[in-house]
Every structure is written in C-alpha cells, then in structure tokens.
C-alpha cells in the first residue's frame, strides 16, 4: 500500500497455488450491479497476469460471467471464483451478483471470504450507494470483517471522486467518517469530446507521489509543486485518520506536536488498522487503456489485498457439532487439523457432473479420500418445506431434517470460467471445486469420515415470490421431479412447496429475474420444459348460519341396489375448528358402521368444497336421522348420502369465502416508514405497531390478506427503493369482504 510496484506472481492458464494459510485472502466483491464488480474482476486478473486481455460485460467475454444465461443478460446471476497470483501470495477474487433477486449467492461469497470489496460506480447517482449497500456494509460490521470502497467508472462520472468518497464516509462511516478516507485522489486527462476527462492517474496521498497509467503500464513520477497544494488537506486527513486507529498512543501526540511522522511507520499503521476491521480505506480503478497491460489503480488495490487484508489464520474460529449436536472446540485454521469444509455453491457440468465449490476451514482436503458429508441443506435456513433427503442413499439421523453420508472426493480443481485446473490439494483457508461430491449440497459440512462435524449454515431470506408451474409436456412430467430437485440444490435461495390445498406445485423466488433464470436453466441445464401458470391462494369456505339437509340415495337396477338416507344439522364454528362430525342417531336407524361412512362422505364433500371449489372448514355436522336398508345398503351408499346431505344444507344459507391472513413484518428504513404504512392499508392490511430495529431502521407490523401480498416481494422494492425486506407468517383464515368476494370466485373459476 505504500506506492511500490510489483510485478505479477500469476500467469495466465496456471493456477495459483498456495501451501500455506497464511499466503491465501479470500477478498469478495460486493455492490449494486452496474457498479463494474465484473470488470474490476478482469482488470485485477489481467494486472497479476492470469489474463493476457481483460474480457468485457457488454461482449459476454469476461471470466466471471461466463454462464450462458449471464452472456445473454449481461448481468451476473451466480457466485464465480477467480482466482490469480501477486507477489507470493494467492488471491481468490470472488464475484457475487449486485442484483436483489440473486443475494443468495451474495451471502455464500461473505460465507467464503474473509474480507470484502466495495464497489461504488461514480456513474451512478450518489443516492443509489445509500439504498443498495448500506444494509450490507453494517451486516458485514456485525461480524467484523474487513472492507474497502472501490470507486468505478472514473470515465463517465456523474458524482465526482470526492463528492462520492464524502458519501460514502457518511453512509459507511457513521460513527465515524474519518475511518472511511480515501488513499489517493484521480489525476484526470484532456476532456473528451463526449464531455468526460477519463483519469490517467493516481496521486499518492501518504508518498506523494503520481502514478501514472495513462500507457496502460504503471510509471511513477514527482508531484508538480501546484498538485501538492491540491492534497494537502486530504493528506493530512488521511494522516489523522490513520493515526487515531495505531496502536501506538504517542504518535497522535507526536504529529499534533509538529514531528514528522515516517511515511513507512504511517502504512504499517494503515495496513493493521484495515486488518482489523477498524479502517475502510477508499480506493479508485479502471480497466487498462487498449493495449495496457495494468488498470489505473489496480496494483495499489492487488497492495491492499494482500498486505492489507487478513488472511484465513485470522478468521474467527468456526462453531461446530457433532451431527448429533454436541458442542466440539471451535476449528482452527490449520492445514494439519481435523478437516472441516463447507460447500459455498453446487453446480453441475455437464461433462463432470456435480461441481461443489468448497471453503476448507480446517485440514487438508485431497482426491480420492472418504469423507463424511452431513448437513441441513440451505434449503431449511429458510423453512422450506423439501425434504433435503429425497431421492438419496443416506443414513437419517434423530436430528431433524439432517442428512448424513459418506463420499469419496473426486479430482480437485481451481475454477477459471468455464475452465477446471487441476490442483493437487486445497489447504486450510483456500477454495476449490470437488467433483462427483454426489451427497452433498450447499451450506454442508465435509469433514473427515472417522471425525464427522457439522458446521451451522448461513441464514437466507425467505424466498417470498411464489411461481406455480407445471409440467409442459409427458416427458417433461416424467423428469419434473428430479429437475427442480437438482435445481434447488443448486440454487438454496430457492425453495420448492407442493402446496396439498391447491395442489400446485410452486416454486418460491426472490424476485421476477429469479423466476426468469430458474425457468431457464431447469429448461436447458436439465432438460424440463414447464409452464407457468397462475398462482392459487388457499381460500376455503364456511357456513354462515345455521342449517340442516337430508341426503337420499336410493337406486334399484337389478342386482343388490343401493339405499341409503341420512338428515344432518350444520351450525357454524369459530375459526380454526376445521370439520367437527357429531353422530346423534338414536334407536339404530343408522347402524354404527355407516355412522362412519356418513362421516367420511361429509368430509370428503367439504374437502372438494361447497360454492367455488375451496375447502370447507369451522362447521360442526351432527348426524341425527336416517334410514338404512338390510341389504341394499353399503358403505359407499352412505358416504354420497353423506355428501348429498351437506350439500343440500349449503343450498339453504350463505357460503361464506375465507381469505388468509398473514401477519407481515417489514423491516425500512425511518424515511420509508409512511410509504410503507401506506401501501400496506392500501393493501386491507392492519397496521399493528412500529418497533426500532437499529440505527435508523424501523419494523412495521401489520396484518394483510394474502391476497393483497402475493406480489409484494416485488411492490416493496418500490416503495423503499431497494431498501426495504420483510417476512409474513401464516395466521388465520377471515371473511372476505362481500365486495370482494365474488370477483374471488370468478379469479378462481378462471384458473381452475
């Protein structure tokens, strides 16, 4: 981080290696997409090396994006690991999506990395860092790790480098903006004639010094006398910044007192204080000019990484259990310790099969051992209702929903697009993608096969956008099953629901372009065509009054006939009664085996419903009378009484529709708190109170019919412009209001 060049310890095609913990960070890139995560990605590959060109976005060739539904969107959809060689050490760059509906993969890279980059796009209106990042940055702050900004898009800026560094000290720096500063300001060219003058260069704030990259090769030269007037103020700044974070009391006194403070003493201080999470240091880089070979920034950012960034050893030590849940000492990173990994994403390829990309947290992992695969499945971090054990050979323990099994390692690789190097190990603290790892799925522990271990799982949002499917052809229903099986595996964000009152089969999403990219890679990674189709909320019905109705069922056509009469009351119960069936038959005039036939025709006429087709529930059925005959009369006789029966009763009274009602928790920021109060009674729903959730944000409680939220997921990021999340629990069914009610009907008669 002091201004020293150096030269690429990677080359392109080879892998980098890395032996010991202490030579690996694990640095991921996080930000709103747009902000040029991606091609700051290839700008540091190609600067240590691993590129001979950098790839771009705009022509579906770079590295990171290298999916073929990502080439189309030009967007990253999925975690990508790239990793590349500097100065000795190993850098695993890990690009995550910047996009909402995909932040399942955002918290598999926090999960894996031990430090995060910051990506802010100076093309971008200042506002949009507050409403994308600021959430993440303080959920990284919970846990301590480490950050940087990294400001883009110097060329097309709209918010000029200060101005955007002011914000984000603001933003980021609450407690204290002096802590978010940034470590050299852009030298910037001629004006183009689109009006934008592209930066050239960096001026060192701590050696003032100009680092020139306008050829597209890093050269160093003095400052002009007028430049050093230009950073005077930011430089001593910086100087104060830093010197509040030493650990060295007396030099605050020292510098306040007129002495000069050894620039060398100053970056040993930076890189401690970066390390320990205490100082955010604000950096600018962009793409090498045509026929460069290094990014205007890009050494200094590969400095910071490795000098700056912690490596895998100072990672907190990871909690584990046994499967059985016994506590066990916390993990170390140590390549001779006991294994434990994890599985951070599955993929699958279709020459290899299943891919999982694995963080060794401690041991070492190796081709061709056994180990012990055991784990919940990130599917249940978010309540699904999948089985994670469907379909495979595994043991199942007391735990519940655990999933055990023993595996063999496949060949070990390091991922590099769509390239597979080979590696002969992966040590503690380092990546690596595991083949033929069949058992396992994203968010499971691998540890060794005589020692089995089990890690907690990060927690994800719940998928909250329900798209109902089916099946759009025979041969696509015969490979359903298995396709969304693999596909949730895939991707835990994801979760799968065959819901038994509609009896869709619906997947949940996170978002429209979620939906969209599952639908397409269940359709060209596993061969299943479905079709959308419209969503089903779970309406039933009830009675509104009292009533009663006699059910007949006599025929005579040769042979045994069939006979049977029964006369019933209905009345009404309170909510969440379901079906109460009462015999009251005095004298034997229904003999006691086809009370339970009587029993089960109403039951199975208020499971199919009475008026629109929805279950009926909250009634009491009293069976008082009926008649029966010595030979005529038949189990299946008496259940068509049965339902005949109730609905004749039915026919004498109102049908009630009954819409569920979730109780909904919305966690905004204060500024958002109206529109979301708003919106929600626009929606029919209650607001039930507000509580302070944290510097800044607020939880609305409020109670809404499902019906009015099936969308939500979506409507809020309006309201809140991004920032807002919410959760809803199921908690009663209740009257639809008349008004409503028969457009209800007609919705549901349409789907059906």
């Given at each position: 981080m002091g201004d020293r060049a150096k030269t690429p310890a990677g080359a392109a095609g080879r892998a980098p290696t890395a032996d010991r913990p202490s030579?690996?960070?694990?640095?991921?890139?996080?930000?709103?997409?747009?902000?040029?995560k991606t091609t700051l990605v290839e700008a540091l590959a190609q600067t240590a090396g691993a590129l001979n060109r950098a790839g771009r976005v705009e022509d579906g060739g770079t590295v990171s994006d290298h999916d073929e539904i990502e080439r189309r969107r030009h967007r990253s959809v999925q975690l990508s690991l790239v990793p590349v060689g500097w100065d000795g050490y190993k850098i695993n760059l890990i690009d995550t999506p910047g996009y909402a509906d995909f932040v399942g993969e955002l918290r598999a890279g926090l999960r894996a990395a031990d430090a995060a980059l910051f990506v802010v796009s100076a093309a971008q209106e200042a506002d949009a860092v507050a409403a994308s990042t600021r959430a993440l940055w303080e959920e990284c702050a919970a846990v301590g790790m480490p950050r940087a900004v990294v400001v883009t898009h110097l060329d097309t800026a709209r918010t000029g480098f200060t101005e955007l560094t002011g914000v984000c000290a603001g933003l980021f720096g609450r407690d204290d903006p002096d802590a978010v500063l940034p470590l050299h300001l852009p030298v910037h060219g001629p004006e183009a004639a689109d009006g934008h003058a592209p930066a050239t260069g960096l001026i060192g704030l701590l050696t003032e010094r100009i680092l020139d990259y306008s050829t597209g090769v890093r050269?160093?030269?003095?400052?002009?006398e007028d430049r050093r007037e230009l950073i005077a103020e930011a430089r001593a700044r910086l100087i104060e910044g830093i010197i509040a974070e030493s650990e060295d009391e007396?030099?605050?006194?020292?510098?306040?007192?007129?002495?000069?403070?050894?620039?060398?003493?100053?970056?040993?201080?930076?890189?401690?204080?970066v390390a320990r999470g205490a100082f955010h240091p604000v950096l600018a880089a962009a793409p090498a000019v045509e026929g460069g070979t290094q990014g205007l920034g890009t050494v200094e950012l590969l400095e910071l990484i490795t000098r700056g960034f912690p490596s895998p050893l100072e990672h907190e030590p990871r909690a584990v259990t046994t499967p059985d849940g016994r506590p066990r000492p916390p993990v170390v990173c140590d390549p001779e310790g006991p294994l434990v990994a994890e599985v951070v994403k599955t993929t699958t390829d279709p020459y290899v099969g299943r891919?999982?990309?694995?963080?060794?947290?401690?041991?070492?992992?190796?081709?061709?051992?056994?180990?012990?695969?055991?784990?919940?499945?990130?599917?249940?971090a978010h309540g699904t209702g999948t089985e994670p054990g469907a379909g495979r050979d595994e043991q199942e323990?007391?735990?519940?929903?655990?999933?055990?099994?023993?595996?063999?390692?496949?060949?070990?690789?390091?991922?590099?697009?769509?390239?597979?190097?080979?590696?002969?190990h992966c040590v503690a603290g380092d990546l690596a993608c595991v083949a033929r790892l069949g058992h396992a799925e994203t968010g499971d522990t691998v540890s060794a096969k005589d020692d089995p271990l089990l890690m907690e799982p990060w927690t994800l949002p719940e998928p909250l956008l329900p798209l109902a499917v089916r099946a759009h052809g025979k041969a696509d229903e015969d490979r359903l099953s298995q396709g969304l099986a693999r596909l949730v595996a895939e991707d835990p964000a994801l979760r799968l629901e065959q819901n038994p009152d509609t009896r869709q089969m619906v997947l949940w999403c996170l978002g429209e372009a979620h939906q969209d990219v599952a639908l397409e890679r269940l359709r060209e990674r596993h061969g299943v065509r479905v079709d959308a189709v419209p969503y089903k909320v779970a309406l039933r019905e009830t009675f509104g009054g009292a009533s009663s109705g006699r059910g007949r069922h006599v025929k005579q056509s040769g042979g045994h006939g069939q006979y049977a009469i029964c006369e019933i009351d209905v009345e009404p119960l309170p909510p969440g009664s379901g079906v109460e069936f009462v015999d009251r038959v005095v004298g034997g005039a229904v003999p006691r085996p086809f009370v339970t036939s009587v029993e089960k025709g109403v039951r199975a006429q208020a499971a199919r419903g009475i008026a629109t087709g929805h279950p009926l529930?909250?009634?009491?059925?009293?069976?008082?009378?009926?008649?029966?005959?010595?030979?005529?009369?038949?189990?299946a006789a008496f259940q068509t009484a049965g339902a005949l029966a109730l609905r004749e009763a039915a026919a004498d009274v109102p049908v009630h529709?009954?819409?569920?009602?979730?109780?909904?928790?919305?966690?905004?920021?204060?500024?958002?708190?109206?529109?979301?109060?708003?919106?929600?009674?626009?929606?029919?729903?209650?607001?039930v109170g507000t509580d302070p959730a944290g510097p800044g944000r607020t939880l609305v409680r409020a109670?809404?019919?499902?019906?009015?939220?099936?969308?939500?997921?979506?409507?809020?990021?309006?309201?809140s412009h991004g920032t807002g999340r919410f959760d809803r629990t199921y908690a009663r069914h209740e009257p639809v209001p008349p008004h409503l009610a028969q457009k209800l009907r007609q919705q549901t008669e349409n789907n059906t």
């Open positions: 030579d690996i960070r694990n640095v991921v890139l996080v930000g709103h997409s747009g902000s040029g050269r160093e030269e003095p400052p002009d007396t030099l605050m006194d020292r510098y306040l007192g007129g002495e000069p403070i050894d620039p060398d003493v100053l970056v040993r201080d930076l890189e401690k204080a891919l999982s990309l694995v963080r060794v947290f401690s041991g070492t992992l190796r081709p061709d051992e056994t180990v012990h695969v055991c784990g919940h499945g990130l599917a249940d323990p007391d735990s519940q929903d655990l999933h055990e099994a023993d595996d063999q390692v496949g060949a070990l690789t390091s991922p590099f697009g769509k390239q597979q190097r080979p590696v002969a529930v909250d009634v009491r059925v009293t069976l008082r009378d009926g008649k029966a005959h010595s030979v005529d009369s038949s189990d529709l009954l819409e569920p009602v979730d109780e909904v928790g919305v966690l905004v920021p204060d500024e958002y708190v109206g529109p979301v109060m708003s919106d929600l009674s626009g929606r029919r729903g209650r607001v109670e809404v019919p499902e019906t009015e939220i099936v969308r939500y997921a979506i409507d809020l990021r309006s309201v």
